[in-house]
C-alpha cells in the first residue's frame, strides 16, 4: 500500500511538468531577428554576457531545488517469548532535484541571432 502511495505521489509531481519543449521553442523564436533591447526587456538583465568585437553572448539561466516529502514504512511485529520483534517493510525515503535551464543568446550587430539551451526544465 505504501509503495502505491508513493508512485502515485511521484506521478503527480511528474503531472506538474506538462510543458514540452516544442512549446519553449516556440516561444523562443520571435526573438530571432529582434533587437538586443527586446531580449533584455523580456528576459531583464542576462545572468552572463561575452563579448567578442561585434558579437554578444547573453546567458539566462533558472534554478529550482526541492525536495520530496517520501513514505513512511509500515512495521509488523512479531511476539516470540517475551519479546518483541518490530521490522520495517517498504517506505520511501525523502530526496532532493534541482530543476534547471540556461538559454543561451546569440547576437551579431544588436540583432538576436540565435539561441541554444539546456537543462532538465526548458518547458513552457
Given at each position: 500500500?505504501?509503495?502505491?502511495?508513493?508512485?502515485?505521489?511521484?506521478?503527480?509531481?511528474?503531472?506538474?511538468?506538462?510543458?514540452?519543449?516544442?512549446?519553449?521553442?516556440?516561444?523562443?523564436?520571435?526573438?530571432?531577428?529582434?533587437?538586443?533591447?527586446?531580449?533584455?526587456?523580456?528576459?531583464?538583465?542576462?545572468d552572463a554576457s561575452y563579448s567578442v568585437g561585434k558579437d554578444k553572448y547573453l546567458?539566462?539561466?533558472?534554478?529550482?531545488?526541492?525536495?520530496?516529502?517520501?513514505?513512511?514504512?509500515?512495521?509488523?511485529?512479531?511476539?516470540?517469548?517475551?519479546?518483541?520483534?518490530t521490522r520495517p517493510s517498504g517506505g520511501i525515503a525523502p530526496s532532493v532535484y534541482?530543476?534547471?535551464?540556461t538559454i543561451d543568446w546569440y547576437i551579431v550587430g544588436g540583432i538576436v541571432r540565435?539561441?541554444?539551451?539546456?537543462?532538465?526544465?526548458?518547458?513552457?
Amino acid at each position: 500500500m505504501a509503495r502505491i502511495l508513493a508512485l502515485a505521489a511521484l506521478l503527480i509531481l511528474c503531472g506538474c511538468q506538462t510543458g514540452t519543449t516544442e512549446r519553449f521553442e516556440h516561444s523562443l523564436k520571435p526573438f530571432i531577428g529582434a533587437p538586443e533591447g527586446a531580449l533584455v526587456g523580456a528576459f531583464g538583465a542576462p545572468d552572463a554576457s561575452y563579448s567578442v568585437g561585434k558579437d554578444k553572448y547573453l546567458s539566462y539561466r533558472h534554478q529550482m531545488v526541492g525536495s520530496t516529502m517520501g513514505v513512511e514504512p509500515s512495521y509488523t511485529s512479531t511476539v516470540i517469548g517475551n519479546t518483541i520483534y518490530t521490522r520495517p517493510s517498504g517506505g520511501i525515503a525523502p530526496s532532493v532535484y534541482t530543476m534547471w535551464c540556461t538559454i543561451d543568446w546569440y547576437i551579431v550587430g544588436g540583432i538576436v541571432r540565435s539561441y541554444r539551451y539546456a537543462g532538465n526544465s526548458c518547458l513552457q
